[in-house]
């Protein structure tokens, strides 16, 4: 209608030739800018003012109007299988992971820029490989069975880390993995200390490819 009645009024004003081909370009600017962009970038700008007082006028649209989609959605499905396309893809909500991080990066302002460096190193995380994050083989604090009683007792009294790898002599003879979660087990006994870590409180040892990517490790 509104079409009809800006060709009516256009083709008064600049006459049969050129009133509908003005109509049309008039009207085009017109829907895009009062109907389409502005309401929309309003509307991205202020979400919640917008959002929550047209729920109540969407949702008796939507239940009113269900059989209708559901009667739409029939038929373009039927027509999808005619021509081959056998099974469609109800999907369509979920983000694939460059635009997840398109989403993080527009996020601007609402995500501080550490948060955001955070998930974009999630979502990159594949990409690294087992090689890029090991510490290197001089940095490695460990358990040494040759060094005294005493030197062992202050590293595991004062070790920041859980576990720690025990050798013999040289850090390449690893032997095994010992927690050091439950330290007080190590205080008494210092006599048996070496047994235990090398027994009670150990763990094997596994060496991952460090060309393998972390998620499949």
């Not at 006459?15 to 502005?38: K, N, W, Y």
């Not at 820029?113 to 190193?121: C, D, N």
């Not at 604090?141 to 060094?147: M, N, P, R, T, Y």
Request: aromatic share 6%; glycine share 4%.
């Amino acid at each position: 209608m509104a079409a009809s009645i800006a060709t009516i009024i256009a083709i008064h004003f600049f006459g049969d030739v050129s009133g509908p081909a003005i109509s049309t370009a008039l009207l085009t600017i017109t829907i895009l800018i009062f109907a389409e962009v502005t309401p929309k970038t309003y509307a991205a700008i202020k979400p919640e003012r917008i959002a929550y007082p047209t729920s109540y006028a969407l949702e008796p649209l939507l239940k009113l109007l269900y059989p209708l989609a559901w009667l739409v959605n029939v038929m373009s499905n039927g027509l999808l299988r005619l021509i081959g396309v056998k099974s469609v893809d109800n999907g369509g909500d979920s983000l694939i992971r460059d635009e997840l991080r398109t989403v993080v990066h527009e996020a601007g302002t609402l995500i501080p820029y550490r948060h955001r460096a955070m998930l974009l190193s999630i979502l990159d995380l594949e990409n690294v490989r087992v090689n890029d994050i090991m510490v290197p083989r001089h940095e490695v604090l460990g358990i040494d069975l040759d060094d005294s009683l005493e030197d062992i007792l202050t590293q595991i009294r004062t070790s920041q880390h859980t576990r720690l790898p025990v050798y013999k002599g040289d850090i390449n003879t690893l032997l095994v993995c010992s927690t050091c979660a439950t330290r007080r087990a190590f205080y008494p006994a210092a006599k048996s200390l070496k047994r235990r870590l090398c027994k009670r409180h150990a763990s094997p040892t596994s060496f991952p490819n460090p060309h393998r990517c972390i998620p499949s490790c």
